[in-house]
């Protein structure tokens, strides 16, 4: 059974830093691209951030530039987003979600609340 | 920069009745790269259909899809009451790479 499992939300100050991971299993991890989805509350989905199988590769949603930065580890199955200089826009559920090669989204974890707040 | 508008904002509808959602893309998307989820409330999205008119494993036959260039269609023939939920289209392949629309969000009447 396929899962992907994000941890490492929290409440967070505004300039704050937060590294959030997402463990994999059930499939081969390295076979898959991946992205980071959040959603703010009461709002739509946003994609922020996406991660070639192997790595090289990323890409970034204008809101997040600069400040997050997105990684991989095949060895562990686990998929990491690391967000500095965090804003009280950056509120929001973050998903993991697997990449079919279409660019749909197949599997997604059940999210971790990131609030940025004083 | 596709952006994706997805109408009506709101459908109230009864169970039994027919539901057609809207996406229109400011530009043309490759309909390979067109999907379609269902959110419900305090759970994550749910994959209905890809490529503009696959349906996603274990997904029912009352959801179809169509569409090409930039106008595509999802249709719920018939709404059972699990089928009441927020529904988004999304795009992969133009700046940005991915981007959801807004939702249509189906509601009983």
């Known amino acids: 059974e396929v899962q992907l499992v994000e941890s490492g939300g929290g409440l967070v100050q505004p300039g704050g830093s937060l590294r959030l991971s997402c463990a994999a299993s059930?499939?081969?991890?390295?076979?898959?691209?991946l992205n980071w989805v959040r959603q703010a509350p009461g709002k739509g989905l946003e994609w922020i951030s996406y991660?070639?199988?192997?790595?090289?590769?990323?890409h970034y949603a204008d809101s997040v530039k600069g400040r997050f930065t997105i990684s991989r580890d095949n060895a562990k199955n686990s998929l990491n987003l690391q967000m500095n200089s965090l804003r009280v826009e950056d509120t929001a559920v973050y998903y993991c979600?697997?990449?079919?090669?279409?660019?749909?989204?197949?599997?997604w974890g059940q999210g971790t609340l990131v609030s940025v707040s004083s | 920069e596709i952006v994706l508008t997805q109408s009506p904002g709101t459908l109230s509808l009864s169970p039994g009745e027919r539901a057609t959602l809207s996406c229109r893309a400011s530009?043309?998307?490759?309909?390979?790269?067109l999907a379609w989820y269902q959110q419900k409330p305090g759970q994550a999205p749910r994959l209905l259909i890809y490529?503009?008119?696959s349906r996603a494993t274990g997904i029912p036959d009352r959801f179809s899809a169509s569409g090409s260039g930039t106008d595509f269609t999802l249709t719920i023939s018939r709404l059972e009451p699990e089928d009441f939920a927020v529904y988004y289209c999304?795009?992969?392949?133009?700046?940005?790479?991915?981007?959801f629309g807004p939702g249509t969000k189906v509601d009983i009447k």
């Open positions: 979600a697997r990449v079919l090669p279409g660019g749909a989204h197949d599997y």
């Open positions: 059930g499939f081969t991890f390295s076979s898959y691209e």
């Open positions: 991660i070639s199988r192997s790595g090289p590769t990323t």
């Open positions: 530009q043309s998307v490759s309909s390979s790269f």
């Open positions: 490529g503009a008119s």
């Open positions: 999304q795009q992969y392949g133009s700046s940005p790479i991915f981007s």
